[in-house]
């Protein structure tokens, strides 16, 4: 079970951090991930981790601006987003899959198993 948390309303140029926070099972052999969709759009893949090896993944557009990190001890996923735009307003969703570190598969939501409930950003101009 994925439990995101974190979005609000701020100013472009603010940050937020949103957290998903896995329980019901043990995702060390998982990828994380978080995906996007915003209003009349197609989900979009945002970021990834490989939950043992730490290695991320990015979309072009928000690489610099956005980190994704997990807490092992706390079994959470965060997204921490700095310098947001506009462009980044959209419903934020965390999941879970057993898949390669390949790129085509971390960057298709088919290939994730688990999904959490959805955190809505917004940003105003």
């Known amino acids: 079970q994925l439990q995101a948390s974190g979005g609000g309303l701020v100013q472009a140029g603010a940050s937020l951090r949103l957290s998903c926070a896995a329980s019901?099972?043990?995702?060390?052999?998982?990828?994380m991930g978080w995906f996007r969709q915003a209003p009349g759009k197609e989900r979009e893949f945002v970021a990834a981790?490989?939950?043992?090896?730490?290695?991320?993944y990015y979309l072009d557009s928000v690489k610099g601006r956005f980190t994704i990190s997990r807490d092992n001890a706390k079994n959470t996923v965060y997204l921490q987003m700095n310098s947001l735009k506009p462009e980044d307003t959209a419903v934020y969703y965390c999941t879970a899959g057993l898949l390669g570190a390949v790129v085509p598969q971390i960057r298709d939501g088919r290939n994730y198993v688990y999904w959490g409930q959805g955190t809505l950003v917004t940003v105003s101009s």
């Open positions: 981790i490989v939950w043992s090896s730490g290695n991320t």
């Open positions: 019901g099972r043990t995702f060390s052999s998982y990828i």
